[in-house]
Nanobody, 126 residues
Framework: QVQLVESGGGLVQPGGSLRLSCAAS????????IAWFRQAPGKEREGVSC????????VYTDSVKGRFTISRDNAKNMVYLQMNSLRPEGTANYYC???????????????????WGQGTQVTVSS
């Protein structure tokens, strides 16, 4: 069964850090491009970051550049999102998703991605 499972969410104060993990099972994640998306209540889903399967090239949405880092460990079938300097507007449910495309598509709503995790909640609040 092809599956993605996120973990690592929680409550953090503004300026704090979290590391999200995405565990892949049922397939080898190194053959897939993986991305993180988030969706806040009442808002559309938005792409946050992506790492390609072809050359591990990374892409970030402008609002997280310099603060978030995506990485992958193919030996463990894992993808991570290190989030530093978190802001209250980062409060959302964060999802990882996979696509067979070997490059990162434009980070929009994620229609190119066909395997999704269940999400992990991140709350940034004092």
């Amino acid at each position: 069964q092809v599956q993605l499972v996120e973990s690592g969410g929680g409550l953090v104060q503004p300026g704090g850090s979290l590391r999200l993990s995405c565990a892949a099972s049922g397939f080898s994640s190194d053959f897939y491009t993986i991305a993180w998306f988030r969706q806040a209540p009442g808002k559309e889903r938005e792409g946050v970051s992506c790492i390609s399967s072809s050359d591990n090239r990374t892409v970030y949405t402008d609002s997280v550049k310099g603060r978030f880092t995506i990485s992958r460990d193919n030996a463990k079938n894992m993808v991570y999102l290190q989030m530093n300097s978190l802001r209250p507007e980062g409060t959302a449910n964060y999802y990882c998703a996979a696509t067979v495309l070997s490059w990162c598509p434009a980070l929009r709503r994620g229609y190119e991605f066909n395997v999704w995790g269940q999400g992990t909640q991140v709350t940034v609040s004092s």
